[in-house]
């Protein structure tokens, strides 16, 4: 879906454990660079390629790939396609992810007790496929080229600022595009049912956190916000997003 002029959300369908969903990475680009946000799973590659290819912009040109965080859904593309488009991409994740996405620590959603959990929910699968997962889980790393840092601004297609925000991980990251005003909220926000929701109770690190994190978003002036799950939403972002730091976390 075209957010604005050089910006996409692309489209992937996915069905990690079982269950068919969709996840969004965003494509953007100008005469030089073109930017890809998450590289989604490893068996999502040809999928990309094709939404690229609808987009008007080979795989191959992409230039750089920024991470907003650790988790497999976002990172387990990414060696695929360095392999098949060139390893000319550079691979950019904020500095308290990259261990986890660089293999030296165990991914946190690879912890025995979340791949216990893991395990319950896919009980249903065939054998094959269950291993398949928990060994992605366990296995799923990629190079890193450089770390980022919270409120660095990249120079590529109109200015891309880097906002930290912690509790969905530890280096989660939103990405603020400044020639469009849309955020690239990865998995700090989300869509459900057509409305705009906070970070997911079951998947976050830190949830009080994760909300905390939302009232940084609030110094920006946003027309479009893109969630990795659950795509573009837009209208009244920021009173929204405002609404949803200032919600009492679950148990508070």
């Not at 230039?63 to 965080?69: A, G």
């Not at 919270?150 to 990251?173: A, F, N, Q, W």
């Amino acid at each position: 879906m075209l957010i604005a002029p050089q910006v996409e959300a692309l489209d992937l369908s996915m069905n990690l454990l079982g269950t068919p969903s969709s996840v969004h990475p965003t494509l953007l680009w100008d005469e030089r660079d073109a930017v890809l946000v998450d590289a989604g799973l490893a068996d999502q590659l040809e999928q990309l390629r094709e939404q690229a290819k609808l987009a008007g912009v080979p795989l191959a040109r992409i230039t750089k790939l920024i991470v907003t965080h650790q988790d497999i859904d976002h990172i387990g593309g990414i060696s695929p396609l360095l392999a098949e488009e060139g390893e000319h991409i550079e691979v950019l994740v904020h500095e308290l992810d990259r261990p986890y996405v660089s293999g030296e620590k165990r991914l946190l959603k690879a912890s025995p007790e979340n791949l216990e959990r893991l395990s319950g929910r896919m009980a249903s699968l065939p054998e094959e496929r269950r291993q398949a997962v928990l060994d992605a889980f366990l296995n799923t790393k990629a190079r890193v080229d450089r770390s980022l840092t919270d409120g660095e601004r990249l120079p590529y297609c109109g200015g891309i600022v880097v906002v930290h925000t912690p509790g969905h991980t530890p280096g989660h990251i939103c990405l603020y595009l400044e020639r469009t005003k849309t955020l690239v909220a990865g998995d700090a926000l989300n869509v459900v049912e057509d409305r705009l929701t906070g970070p997911s109770p079951q998947s976050a690190d830190d949830l009080s956190q994760a909300k905390r994190s939302l009232e940084k978003l609030a110094a920006y002036d946003i027309e479009t916000v893109v969630c990795y799950h659950g795509g573009p939403y837009t209208g009244g972002v920021n009173a929204h997003i405002a609404e949803l730091a200032n919600e009492p976390a679950p148990g508070a």
